[in-house]
């Protein structure tokens, strides 16, 4: 079906070739998933099956792509709309109309598809993808789940054989990816359409896959059946982290699997208790290095009298999950200074005309402690961290930090005792190079010169100060806003999905950092779709819904019991209450 | 027996509107213009949908509100004070003697207020007939009626619509970003460089998401030719710009007086002859259709017809007893209406009742 003949690609402006002589035999019906690194060259694979690469991107490709009979070099990508459907990252940057059936019916229109056939395969389509009652709806005020959805049926109205996706499930919360992978199977399963599909989040597709394609990272390009593959990719899931600890063979790749054969390791660690989650980590370039001398140290004894009694710090949300927190994990009672909250809020209300975003929500973030908000797309996550930061709309309520409102000072004082990075991160960033940011961070703050770039080092070490910022990979862009936001010396640092586009690795620095600048004494939240960087780095979890607080808890009690939250390793090990291979891993290390 | 609710074609909406538009502008009655003006208001509260550009309405009188204040404030500042009934008057600014014939403020009369005034409410009422139009067809609709050929354009026009809102939404995102990093916005000397913290991330954005929609519509299949020969392209491109070229030129020679007499009409209908092979041939190249194209029958036609009638009706008044859609200002009288103007101002309202009703949304969950 899709063919690469010794294909190699070089982009103009690259001296290296981003694919090297790839071979590549993708036969009909099949699901495969494209594996590899941020940057290796993913969306370069994928977009090269309909020649939009090199037709839009420019840059040089030698080789051939053929696809049911016909090739990129000598059609344009146009003429690949019949046969190929491709899908991207961002659905809503590729809508041409505005309506869904409307946009449903593009690609046909564009084919010359007669009208009464255009009708009756709009009306299948919604059908099959389940968003019927969709039909008339303007795409913007979809969620990311049923525009995504959208997306790929607008795309298989036209009857592609081969659907090509690349990340359809990023920007998704956990039951919203479930909906789209769902449908994408059924699309393998009853039409026996071929589908490449990139993912960062492995754990969600890999069961599906009947091959996997891994791009190491030099150009080359290796596949074969995703078990095999598996067992050594630095790409892996958490479940065949998990398996490869436990030495299974075949390597489990679902949950299902996992389960089936860990009824051993259950017993094994039946006689462990997981250990105290967080523990001061290893972090690289911390020793005596601490940046801006003034940032997290100086604000302690700030808060030696803090406005809120200790003791009401537990009593937090209308929660239910609420009390008992601070039993079993000791660890906020060591970095707190006395766990008075470096932030407190009170029925808070953030109401837009339409709807009500946040509504009379209480939330007390103590220092020392990573907060993971989690919820489904357009729960107020994001209204809640804005108006935390005091920048956003807030209708009522009252936030104190040390004594102060951010909402009611100035955003330059508001940024120094709250910082926000926000969704797109890229916003906050308009000069032309990373040095020339972290002057103006350090000028805006009033800090001494070189305390952003001191900063940027610790929390990305050697990122070149002549690179334009737009040039950054999304992990590097994320690490140079919130180096400017730290450079204010917040108390409280809020990040709002910030693993998006990050893989297995970035993630991984990222929860260390997280884990770091709570470390420091800062209150950290994080939102987040992402259940396994939530079981990595959070020792508390806000679960939000419609505007509400409708759990709040130490990691383990939320998470464990949730079909949606709970990670990999958790329904594996349950009912006990491991949350990462890293704690298996050390549990058995102790036996 | 009451229509089903469906969306009229917006090419009827458009023939109403323009013919309410040119009915208003043969009048300079205050009460027939009113009249013209409700009229216009009252079918758009009764048939528009729920879609963001039917709120757009209101833009379209606050546009005409403004047209008429800036008429009569020019009266006033301008003076041009013809008439006798001095309301009040105000102190004149002198002018240099080679501006003679202008006037800054001085006497304002009652007259040349009205004058205004009438001015300006027709202009406002012509332009809120445009709105009408455009608060109950779907100008994007609109523009998939298009002959083929010009698929390309309406195409393009479509996704500039688009456009506008999402660069609104990104100027926002980024001002608020702005805050984040201390909210440079508000300090006077650095206004330039708060300016440039909006602008770059801004047009870099745009400037990604118009690349993901050309790759995204090139996936789809948008310039999608099939099996033309590239001659029958350019064939089609001479003929068509041959002929719009023939068609400017014949215009300036029916408009001219002084341009001999075969530019004129023989040249105007070659280039009209010849624009239309281009479009003939240029529509059969395209291969496109056009999803759920909406039909044109009897509700099309009723709502046509009542826009042209009252345009006809008016002109008819015009030709029989124009006095009456020109109030007299010299001697100053109150506007009369005439049985026949205002049948024609009202006839209009009809599709309020008539044309079916819009297409019910569906209830947000």
């Not at chain 1, 993808?129 to 997306?151: D, F, Y």
């Not at chain 1, 803090?306 to 601070?326: F, N, R």
């Not at chain 1, 890229?426 to 770039?453: F, K, N, W």
């Not at chain 2, 008044?317 to 506007?335: F, I, N, Q, V």
């Amino acid at each position: 079906m899709i063919r690469f003949d010794q294909v190699t690609f070089t982009y103009s402006t690259a001296d290296l070739p981003t694919l090297r002589s790839v071979d590549l035999h993708v036969g009909e019906g099949e699901l495969c998933l494209v594996t590899g690194r941020t940057g290796v060259g993913k969306s370069t694979l994928l977009n090269a099956v309909n020649g939009l690469v090199p037709h839009f991107t420019g840059g040089h490709l030698q080789g051939s792509v053929i696809v049911a009979g016909l090739s990129t070099a000598t059609a344009p990508p146009q003429e690949f709309a019949p046969v190929v459907g491709v899908v991207g990252q961002d659905p809503l940057a590729s809508f041409v109309t505005d309506t869904v059936e409307e946009e449903l019916a593009y690609g046909m229109e564009q084919l010359g598809v007669a009208p009464p056939v255009m009708r009756r395969r709009v009306e299948e389509t919604l059908d099959l993808l389940g968003i019927a009652e969709l039909r008339r709806r303007p795409l913007r005020t979809l969620s990311g789940g049923q525009q995504q959805r959208v997306a790929i049926g607008s795309v298989l109205t036209a009857q592609p054989r081969v659907l090509v996706l690349d990340e359809p499930t990023s920007a998704l919360d956990p039951t919203a990816a479930e909906e789209v992978l769902a449908a994408i199977t059924r699309l393998v399963h009853d039409l026996g359409t071929t589908v490449l599909i990139a993912e960062h989040r492995v754990e969600r597709v890999v069961q599906y896959a009947d091959r996997l394609v891994h791009l190491a990272g030099d150009g080359r390009v290796l596949d074969g059946a995703p078990a095999d593959l598996m067992r050594t990719s630095d790409i892996a899931p958490p479940v065949v982290r998990l398996g490869r600890l436990a030495g299974w063979d075949p390597l489990p790749l679902s949950v299902r699997d996992a389960r089936r054969r860990a009824g051993d390791l259950r017993d094994l660690l039946r006689a462990h208790q997981p250990p105290a989650q967080r523990t001061p980590e290893p972090v690289p370039a911390v020793a005596g290095t601490t940046p801006a001398p003034g940032a997290a140290t100086a604000r302690r004894p700030a808060q030696a009298a803090p406005p809120v009694p200790a003791s009401s710090a537990t009593a937090t949300s209308s929660a239910t999950a609420g009390h008992g927190h601070g039993h079993g994990h000791s660890h906020g009672q060591d970095h707190g200074q006395g766990g008075g909250p470096a932030l407190s809020a009170r029925r808070l209300v953030v109401a837009y005309p339409d709807t009500t975003a946040v509504r009379g929500v209480d939330l007390d973030l103590r220092r020392g402690e990573v907060t993971a908000l989690m919820g489904r797309n357009g729960s107020g996550k994001s209204s809640l961290l804005w108006a935390l930061q005091g920048s956003g709309p807030r209708r009522s309520g009252t936030v104190d930090v040390a004594g102060t409102d951010p909402g009611r000072v100035p955003p330059r004082r508001a940024r120094s005792l709250v910082g926000l990075v926000p969704q797109t991160a890229a916003d906050l960033l308009y000069l032309h190079t990373v040095d020339a940011e972290c002057a103006q961070a350090d000028h805006e703050s009033r800090a001494p010169a070189g305390t952003c770039r001191a900063l940027l080092d610790s929390v990305a070490p050697g990122l070149p100060g002549a690179r334009h910022p737009r040039d950054l990979s999304e992990g590097q862009q994320l690490a140079l806003v919130l180096a400017v936001q730290l450079t204010a010396a917040p108390g409280v640092v809020l990040l709002d999905e910030p693993t998006r586009g990050l893989d297995y690795h970035a993630k991984e620095t990222f929860a260390r950092l997280a884990r770091r600048l709570a470390g420091e004494g800062r209150a950290v939240v994080v939102a987040t779709h992402d259940v396994e960087f939530t079981a990595r780095a959070a020792d508390r979890v806000v679960v939000m819904a419609e505007g509400d607080v409708v759990a709040d808890g130490p990691t383990p009690d939320v998470v464990v019991s949730s079909p949606a939250f709970a990670p990999q390793v958790t329904k594996v090990l349950g009912p006990q209450r491991w949350l990462t291979v890293e704690q298996v891993q050390q549990a058995l290390e102790a036996a | 027996m009451r229509a089903l609710p469906r969306s009229v074609h917006p090419g009827a909406w458009w023939l109403w509107a323009l013919g309410l538009a040119a009915a208003a502008s043969r009048t300079a009655n205050p009460v027939l213009l009113v009249m013209i003006l409700a009229v216009a208001g009252f079918v758009v509260t009764q048939r528009r949908d729920h879609a963001p550009w039917a709120l757009a309405f209101r833009m379209y009188l606050v546009l005409g509100a403004v047209i008429v204040a800036m008429r009569v404030v020019f009266r006033i500042v301008f003076g041009g004070g013809q008439g006798d009934t001095v309301l009040f008057t105000l102190p004149e600014i002198p002018l240099p003697h080679w501006v003679a014939g202008v006037r800054l403020l001085g006497p304002v009369a009652a007259e040349q207020l009205l004058g205004g005034l009438y001015d300006g409410l027709r202009l406002a009422t012509m332009v809120a007939c445009v709105g009408a139009a455009n608060a109950l067809a779907n100008p994007k609709r609109m523009l998939k009626a298009l002959p083929g050929a010009l698929h390309e354009i309406g195409t393009s026009v479509v996704v500039a619509l688009s456009v506008a809102p999402q660069l609104v939404e990104s100027v926002q995102r980024v001002r608020r970003a702005r805050l984040l990093r201390g909210g440079t916005v508000r300090r006077g000397l650095r206004g330039t460089d708060a300016l440039r913290g909006i602008v770059i991330p801004v047009l870099e954005d745009a400037m990604n998401r118009s690349l993901a929609l050309a790759a995204a519509m090139a996936s789809h299949g948008y310039g999608h030719t099939g099996r033309t020969a590239p001659r029958t392209r350019a064939l089609t491109g001479a003929l068509v710009i041959t002929g719009l070229l023939g068609v400017c030129g014949g215009l300036y020679g029916v408009m001219g007086a002084s341009t001999p007499g075969y530019l004129g009409t023989p040249l105007l209908l070659a280039g009209l002859a010849l624009a239309g092979c281009g479009f003939v041939l240029g529509g059969r190249r395209v291969t496109r259709t056009t999803y759920r194209p909406d039909p044109w029958r009897g509700a099309e036609w009723l709502v046509t017809v009542a826009g042209l009638a009252s345009a006809g009706l008016m002109y008819l008044a015009s030709r029989t007893d124009a006095t009456s859609l020109y109030p007299s200002l010299a001697p100053l009288a109150w506007p009369e209406v005439a049985l026949l103007p205002a049948v024609a101002a009202l006839v209009g309202v009809v599709p309020a009742w008539l044309a079916p009703g819009p297409p019910r949304q569906a209830v947000r969950p």
